[in-house]
């Protein structure tokens, strides 16, 4: 039976700090894993359009984008929740109200609350979105607005009381710390579009592996038999089954050459 590896990409494939590097040795991972016949696959939080051409350029046989919101094999999209602008627009008056600042995702490009609360945090996201040649003048009045998923920061004054209350009913929050809030439409996970493909393409369990860094991959890490986390991830050393070196120390290839999946060096 094939193998299938997923992989997150900030901490895991590329560095996140400015340089956004990808070590030759993860790029040489890539390449002889695929060439062994396994299946690999991104997963990330990022929506479809925030992923960046160095990270596809790597090969990869499908695309998990938006927390499972999107999915996507050999440039044929599987699944996408489209929410309707009614029910965005309903929840971008409540994220006003409730006094956070938003940043709102969508598969094609970011959306924008002008009106809504800003704080450095935000403008931080914008300067690094302008260096990466992203568009940030799109607003929640354009008559396009839409999201898939959306993010929040706490504010000193911001009801986070009837936030949760409210936001709860709809979307499972992930707590990226800091103050810092990713939302999901509940019901799509990383952990739900790996299911979906595993069952999609007839694969086990057994023969899936995932690796990741951070609390918001352990829904994908705790989805498969075999789940990996990169060195210096400690906060989810407990939940993982192989902790590998850092990104920077060979971290993927020596991953899959422990699982197997690829010649030791």
């Known amino acids: ?83 309707t602008q009614e029910h965005c627009r309903r929840i971008a008056a409540l994220l006003r109200d409730c006094g956070v600042t938003p940043v709102y995702e969508h598969k094609d490009g970011y959306f924008f ?4 609360v800003r704080n450095a945090d935000l403008e931080d996201f914008l300067v690094s979105f302008v260096e990466d040649g992203i568009p940030v003048d799109r607003d929640i009045t354009d008559s396009d607005f839409i999201f898939d998923k959306f993010v929040i920061w706490e504010n000193p004054n911001a009801d986070m009381e009837r936030f949760h209350r409210e936001i709860g009913k709809e979307y499972e929050s992930i707590d990226r710390g800091s103050g810092f809030w990713e939302n999901v439409p509940r019901g799509f996970s990383k952990a739900t579009a790996m299911d979906f493909i595993l069952d999609k393409l007839g694969i086990s369990r057994d023969n899936a592996y995932a690796i990741g860094d951070s609390t918001n991959d352990l829904p994908m890490l705790q989805a498969v038999t075999h789940s990996i986390a990169m060195g210096g991830a400690e906060v989810i050393y407990p939940y993982v089954s192989y902790i590998t070196t850092p990104i920077e120390e060979d971290g993927i290839y020596n991953a899959l050459a422990h699982f197997g999946l690829i010649p030791s060096v």
């Open 113 to 116: 609350d002008r009106l809504a």
């Open 1 to 83: 039976m094939k193998n299938i590896i997923f992989f997150d990409i900030d901490g895991t494939l590329i560095t996140e700090d400015a340089r956004h590097l990808i070590p030759d040795s993860t790029r040489r991972a890539i390449k002889l894993a695929r060439e062994n016949g396994c299946l690999t696959f991104i997963n990330t939080g990022r929506t479809e359009f925030n992923v960046r051409p160095q990270v596809r350029e790597l090969g990869f046989d499908g695309l998990i984008c938006g927390c499972g919101t999107y999915i996507e094999f050999r440039g044929e999209v599987l699944l996408y929740n489209r929410l």
